[in-house]
Structures are given as structure tokens and as C-alpha cells.
């Protein structure tokens, strides 16, 4: 696994389950960097912060606090033009009765610009709607079809640019995180409890947004029972 551009749902996925505590653990045992972009930073830890409602607060000091101790890093890059580009071209793909669908916001695109500005090709991304964009574009369409209830049509310029800036990248979720985490013995202090344990991240993490399905957390769990 290369060093990871981190999307806001992710981190905030692990650390409402309380599992900040894997990126310094994928870091000190696999040398994993992890990167986040400016209004990442700014989604995550500024803005809840800086409100009277206090609902991701908590979150928001311990992703903080993993800043502090250098497990997670803020990005400077200039890539606001480049990012405005892709979000232009990727909320102007799919149509439905001819008015552009905005599928896809700044923190997502802004990953994407920044996986070139800095050669990565790994996104780590909870949210379906990107992941599905770039790995399954025509099973996206499908799904706009059935949520919309209309025949989706596509912009075939906007489509293949999309395509061609994305190519390269690979999507992971903080599931897949917690996962390698726990195969390589993070959770071996607690014994008979880990199996548990383990199922029980899982499904925190898909109901606070992580696109895993049940089906996938079954089968995961039979296997290392």
C-alpha cells in the first residue's frame, strides 16, 4: 500500500468509531504517510471547531491531535485552477432532462488534483458516489437511473477527460484500513475479544458512511472466525 490522500468521510468515519489510533499504527509498522488537502483540513478539524454545535467536535480534536504528532499531513499545493477544472468536468457528465447533476464536491476533486501534483495514486475515500464514478462509471449511471427514474444521459467529452485524469488512481476505505490493521495484530492485546471487536468497527464504520457492504463484513468475519 503507498502513502494515502485522505478524504474527509474516512477520517471522520475512524474517529467517530474510535479508531483513530490505526494511522499511527499503519505508519509506525508500514511507513504509511497520510495527506490531506487544504479544505479537508478545514472540513475536519477548523470548521467543527469553530461552531456552536459540538457534534463533531470530538472528532475534530483527535484528528487534530494527529496533526500535532506528524500521522497526518496538510498539503500546501497550488491547485485551486486545476481543481475548479475537474469539478467542472465532473459535475458536467451526467444529465437528467438535460440539467447537469452535481455528483461530486471540492474535497473529493481536490484529492484528485493533488494525487497528480504529488504522483500518488491512492485515495482513501468513504463516500460512494466518487469510488463509483471512477472504478464504475456505466453502474453509476445505472444507479442516477433508478434513483432519478429517468434516462441519465452522458456528456461523452466531459466522460472521457474524467476518465483520463482518473485512470491511474486506486480507491481504498477506511475499512480496508481497520482490515490490514487488524490483520497485522493491532487489536492481539484483546485476546477473545478481538473477532468482536473487529465486526463491531466494521459496522460502525459502514453507518457512519463508509460504502462497505453487509454482505462484504459477513464474509470478512467468516473468514477469520
Keep these: 500500500m503507498a502513502d494515502l490522500l485522505c478524504d474527509a468521510s474516512s477520517l471522520i468515519s475512524l474517529t467517530r468509531n474510535c479508531f483513530s489510533s490505526v494511522l499511527p499504527y499503519?505508519?509506525?509498522?508500514?511507513?504509511?504517510?497520510?495527506?490531506i488537502s487544504e479544505h479537508v483540513e478545514k472540513?475536519?478539524?477548523?470548521?467543527?471547531?469553530?461552531?456552536k454545535t459540538k457534534q463533531y467536535a470530538l472528532s475534530a480534536m483527535r484528528l487534530k491531535d494527529l496533526m500535532n504528532k506528524k500521522y497526518l499531513t496538510?498539503?500546501?499545493?497550488?491547485?485551486?485552477?486545476?481543481?475548479?477544472r475537474i469539478l467542472k468536468?465532473?459535475?458536467?457528465?451526467?444529465?437528467?432532462?438535460?440539467?447537469?447533476?452535481?455528483?461530486?464536491?471540492l474535497?473529493?476533486?481536490?484529492?484528485?488534483?493533488?494525487?497528480?501534483?504529488?504522483?500518488?495514486?491512492?485515495?482513501?475515500?468513504?463516500?460512494?458516489?466518487?469510488?463509483?464514478?471512477?472504478?464504475?462509471?456505466?453502474?453509476?449511471?445505472?444507479?442516477?437511473?433508478?434513483?432519478?427514474?429517468?434516462?441519465?444521459?452522458?456528456?461523452?467529452q466531459n466522460f472521457s477527460l474524467f476518465q483520463n485524469m482518473t485512470q491511474n488512481i486506486k480507491i481504498i476505505r477506511s475499512s480496508e484500513l481497520l482490515i490490514l490493521a487488524y490483520e497485522n495484530g493491532m487489536l492481539d492485546n484483546l485476546k477473545n475479544l478481538k473477532n468482536d471487536m473487529l465486526s463491531a468497527a466494521l459496522y460502525g464504520l459502514k453507518y457512519s458512511g463508509c460504502s462497505i457492504k453487509f454482505s462484504e463484513i459477513e464474509k470478512f468475519i467468516k473468514n477469520v472466525n
Design 26 to 35: 499503519l505508519h509506525t509498522n508500514f511507513r504509511i504517510n497520510f495527506f
Design 43 to 51: 472540513e475536519i478539524i477548523t470548521h467543527p471547531l469553530n461552531i
Design 74 to 84: 496538510r498539503i500546501d499545493a497550488d491547485i485551486h485552477e486545476k481543481s475548479e
Design 89 to 105: 468536468i465532473a459535475n458536467n457528465i451526467f444529465f437528467a432532462k438535460g440539467q447537469p447533476l452535481n455528483i461530486i464536491h
Design 107 to 156: 474535497g473529493e476533486v481536490e484529492l484528485i488534483a493533488l494525487s497528480e501534483h504529488l504522483n500518488l495514486d491512492t485515495l482513501l475515500i468513504d463516500e460512494r458516489t466518487t469510488r463509483m464514478l471512477i472504478e464504475s462509471p456505466f453502474l453509476y449511471k445505472k444507479h442516477l437511473e433508478k434513483e432519478f427514474k429517468v434516462n441519465i444521459m452522458v456528456n461523452k
